[in-house]
């Protein structure tokens, strides 16, 4: 299967430096970040994606909204592709940086997730996305989530992955061989 991963165009508290990991919390793309989504749209224009799975969190529902229109498919939310619960969301990124910085790979800030916590839940995600028929799909999420694939399909250690930085609105493509 061929996982074209995608992190969502440029959002407002992208803008802000702050964190959101609270689906309620209505965190738009913004203008450039809506233009990021139409240009991964054209890039994409090719692939043979059948299917599209998105996180809840506005910025990434919009950019797969944007992407898969183009193509007229339908866009599929799962809640296990949400971003990291970082316990700061409405907080600066650079917070959240700080307080998990002596353990990146098990540190929790606020009763949130570890990376390690995050790499299980989106981890049944793809457990489930293995058995299905599909040959490509596109999962629209977030830089974290990125993180996890990368881990995922090279057989990356999580901590060789933690960190890696994953621009707005590129995409990035996985092969994942059956029951991988």
């Known amino acids: 299967?061929?996982?074209?991963?995608?992190?969502?165009?440029?959002?407002?508290?992208?803008?802000?430096?702050?964190?959101?990991?609270?689906?309620?919390?209505?965190?738009?793309?913004t203008q450039l970040g809506v233009?990021?989504?139409?240009g991964a749209a054209e890039v994409l224009a090719a692939e043979p994606i059948e299917r599209t799975f998105?996180?809840?969190?506005?910025?990434a529902r919009r950019t797969a909204q944007i992407v898969a229109e183009r193509r007229s498919l339908s866009v599929e939310v799962d809640d296990r592709l949400a971003d990291?619960?970082?316990g700061c969301d409405g907080r600066p990124v650079v917070e959240y940086l700080r307080a998990i910085a002596p353990d990146p790979l098990d540190g929790r800030v606020s009763?949130?997730?570890?990376?390690?916590d995050y790499q299980?839940?989106?981890g049944g995600f793809l457990d489930w996305l293995a058995g299905q028929p599909w040959q490509c799909v596109l999962l629209v999420a977030h830089e974290e989530t990125l993180r996890i694939f990368a881990a995922r399909y090279a057989?990356?250690?999580?901590s060789e992955v933690a960190g890696q930085p994953y621009a707005n609105c590129v995409p990035y493509v996985f092969q994942s061989d059956s029951g991988n």
């Open 54 to 59: 998105c996180s809840p969190l506005l910025r």
């Open 120 to 122: 299980r839940r989106v």
């Open 111 to 116: 009763g949130g997730e570890s990376l390690r």
């Open 155 to 158: 057989a990356l250690d999580l």
């Open 84 to 86: 990291i619960r970082s």
């Open 35 to 38: 233009a990021q989504a139409r």
């Open 1 to 29: 299967m061929r996982v074209i991963g995608l992190r969502h165009g440029q959002s407002q508290y992208n803008l802000l430096g702050l964190c959101n990991d609270d689906p309620a919390r209505t965190v738009d793309l």
